[in-house]
Each structure stands twice: as C-alpha cells, then as structure tokens.
C-alpha cells in the first residue's frame, strides 16, 4: 500500500500546484495523521498545503487517524468505494474531529 498512498499524496501536490483555491483552504491546516492498515502503519504531516514526512510507522498523538483495511484503502484511492459508504458501513474509521473527516475528504 505504501506506493499506493505515495500516488495519493503526489495527486495532491498537484492539485495544491494547479488549483490555488484549494491550496488556500488547506493552507492554513497543520495535522498530524497515522493510517492504520492492521498489518501496515504509516504517518504523514501536513503544513504549508504540502504532506511531508510520510512514513512506514505511527505518530504519537495525531491529530487524525485513519483505521481501515488495505482492500478499502484501495477502494478509496481509486475510486471504486466513496468516502462516506465507507465510513457509514464502517469499513474505515476516523479517530479525529468531524472537521478532520471533512479534511480526509479532499483526498479522494
């Protein structure tokens, strides 16, 4: 999943470079976010509309953590299970402010 992941947050670098909208609206967040996978765990930071410090290990006290399956994860990423089936039906969980959740949102 890690290349996977990797490829959403090189989409997202884009977006921030072509649609300054967007990168104005993310400006001013500063998270901290774990993605728990059961058998994977990764971290990133993001500040400044740009993910920085992803990694194959969790971040003590963040600010958002994503709790799903690879399979879901998946889904997400490439568009086969929308954001909010997925949370209603449980198959991802967000531990986080419902503000965050809105945040997770702009990933997919």
Not at 26 to 41: A, S
Not at 55 to 66: G, Q
Not at 76 to 89: C, E, F, N, Q, S
Not at 92 to 108: A, E, N, P, S
């Amino acid at each position: 999943m890690e290349a996977s992941i990797q490829t959403l947050i090189d989409k997202f670098h884009r977006k921030m470079e072509n649609d300054e909208q967007a990168k104005e609206e993310v400006m001013p967040l500063k998270k901290t976010v774990n993605i728990d996978l059961g058998t994977e765990h990764y971290s990133l930071k993001l500040e400044n509309a740009q993910i920085s410090d992803f990694k194959p290990e969790v971040i003590d006290e963040a600010d958002i953590t994503l709790v799903t399956t690879p399979e879901s994860l998946q889904g997400l990423i490439d568009g086969t299970l929308r954001p909010m089936k997925a949370y209603v039906t449980k198959k991802i969980t967000v531990k986080g402010k419902i503000q965050d959740l809105m945040f997770l949102k702009k990933f997919f």
